[in-house]
């Protein structure tokens, strides 16, 4: 039973920074990508950011020098966020591809608002 367990969601005024945190359990398997995706109230899921076993990463065209995925070893994700928008807030879910499979977070949330 793959588990990932998040954390570092919180409420944050507009131009701040957050760092959420994801770990990866319950599998043998080394996660081929893990990443980002949030979800705003009426809209659907998005990617926000990824990153491959081998350290590519990619992002959405909205967080593109805002936002940094990284990693510290094959089952631990970072998501650092700064100068956060208003329009960041959303529930931020980590997730981890291994072989066929997508495994999911339980989500944290995310509130940017003076």
């Known amino acids: 039973q793959v588990q990932l367990v998040e954390s570092g969601g919180g409420l944050v005024q507009p131009g701040g920074s957050l760092r959420l945190s994801c770990a990866a359990s319950g599998s043998i398997f080394r996660p081929d990508v893990m990443g980002w995706y949030r979800q705003a109230p009426g809209k659907e899921r998005e990617l926000v950011a990824r990153?491959?076993?081998?350290?590519?990463t990619n992002y959405a065209d909205s967080v593109k020098g805002r936002f940094t995925i990284s990693k510290n070893n094959a089952r631990t994700v970072y998501l650092q966020m700064n100068s956060l928008k208003p329009e960041d807030t959303a529930v931020y879910y980590c997730?981890?591809?291994?072989?066929?499979?997508?495994?999911w977070g339980q989500g944290t949330q995310v509130t940017v608002s003076s």
């Open positions: 990153v491959t076993s081998i350290g590519f």
């Open positions: 997730s981890a591809d291994i072989a066929v499979n997508r495994y």
